[in-house]
């Protein structure tokens, strides 16, 4: 779909993921409410920023 065509749908209240093909081009769609998003980049960000809990040891 066109720009025009995008503006009109995520018009409509609600949550959307949208993709571009880079020429122009869009595509929508709608997402459910309870719906988590993660981009690779702010997974690897986390991953840089975030350090693992240590891990208490535990007499077997």
């Known amino acids: ?6 503006l009109l749908i995520i018009g409509v ?3 959307y993921e ?3 093909d880079g020429k122009g081009e869009f595509t929508a769609l709608s997402l459910p409410d309870a719906a988590i998003l993660i981009t690779p980049e702010a997974h690897f960000q986390c ?3 975030l350090t693992p809990l240590p891990v208490p040891e535990t007499d077997l």
């Open 1 to 6: 779909m066109k720009c025009k065509e995008l």
């Open 13 to 15: 209240p609600g949550r």
């Open 18 to 20: 949208v993709y571009s």
């Open 47 to 49: 991953i840089e920023r």
